[in-house]
């Protein structure tokens, strides 16, 4: 999430990485090639309150909003966990553009995808482990039409294809989507340096 952070800086946008978790435990700082952080992520994952959770990603908007130098416009971006918060910030809040890399869950949610006006760019793994292809078809089939929506699906990824030290990480599907998503945020948010 550091590295995410630096590339958007490094494209002129002011970008903010909320602690997710600080209800559970505050500072958490947890890596994927651990073990024993892997199994204490998916726990965190397993009891994390995706509704009080929407609350909190708005409140630091409003305080990102605020920082200065700010444009006062907001682009939502997540992986996993973050993918499917993103997707619910679009349905649920007032934001500019959202990006959501491989949502897990998010076909739980689809009912909120016609409350979804603001642009939305969605990254599939053709071969994600957590989102089989019966839940991506859903995913697909429930915002079909809507010409805010524009989903990209990378065959042969899996999971966490384009997350940084990803243990799927996959070069070029990464570059391919982060281009995407690098021109899909100035688009939508203002060209950048």
Same mark, same amino acid.
């Given at each position: 999430?550091?590295?995410t952070?630096d ?5 002129g946008f002011?970008a903010?990485?909320?602690d997710l ?7 958490l700082?947890?890596?994927?090639? &651990?073990e024993a952080d892997?199994?204490k992520?998916?726990?965190l994952y ?5 509704d009080r959770?929407v609350?909190?990603i708005?409140?630091?908007a409003?305080?990102a ?14 992986f996993?966990?973050g993918?499917l918060?993103s997707?619910?910030?679009?349905a649920?809040? &007032?934001?500019?553009a959202?990006?959501? @890399?491989?949502g897990?869950?998010?076909?739980k949610?689809? &009912?909120e &995808?016609?409350?979804i006006?603001t642009?939305l760019l969605m990254?599939?793994a ?5 989102i089989?292809l ?5 995913i697909?089939?429930a915002l079909?039409g809507?010409q805010?929506?524009?989903i @990209?699906? @990378?065959?042969?990824?899996?999971h ?19 281009g995407?998503?690098?021109q899909?945020l100035?688009?939508?948010l203002?060209?950048h340096?």
């Amino acid at each position: 999430m550091r590295k995410t952070c630096d590339e958007l800086a490094a494209r002129g946008f002011i970008a903010v990485c909320p602690d997710l978790f600080w209800r559970q435990e505050p500072g958490l700082d947890l890596n994927n090639w &651990s073990e024993a952080d892997w199994k204490k992520g998916l726990s965190l994952y397993a009891a994390f309150d995706r509704d009080r959770a929407v609350l909190d990603i708005v409140d630091a908007a409003r305080a990102a909003r605020a920082i200065e130098g700010a444009s006062g416009q907001l682009g939502v971006m997540g992986f996993c966990l973050g993918g499917l918060m993103s997707f619910l910030m679009a349905a649920r809040a &007032s934001v500019d553009a959202t990006v959501a @890399y491989h949502g897990g869950e998010t076909e739980k949610y689809l &009912s909120e &995808s016609n409350r979804i006006v603001t642009p939305l760019l969605m990254h599939l793994a053709g071969e994600d482990e957590f989102i089989p292809l019966e839940a991506q078809e859903q995913i697909k089939g429930a915002l079909l039409g809507k010409q805010n929506v524009t989903i @990209y699906s @990378y065959p042969g990824c899996k999971h966490a294809f384009a997350r940084h030290n990803g243990t799927h990480y996959d070069a070029a599907a990464a570059a391919e989507a982060n281009g995407r998503t690098w021109q899909f945020l100035a688009d939508h948010l203002g060209a950048h340096n």
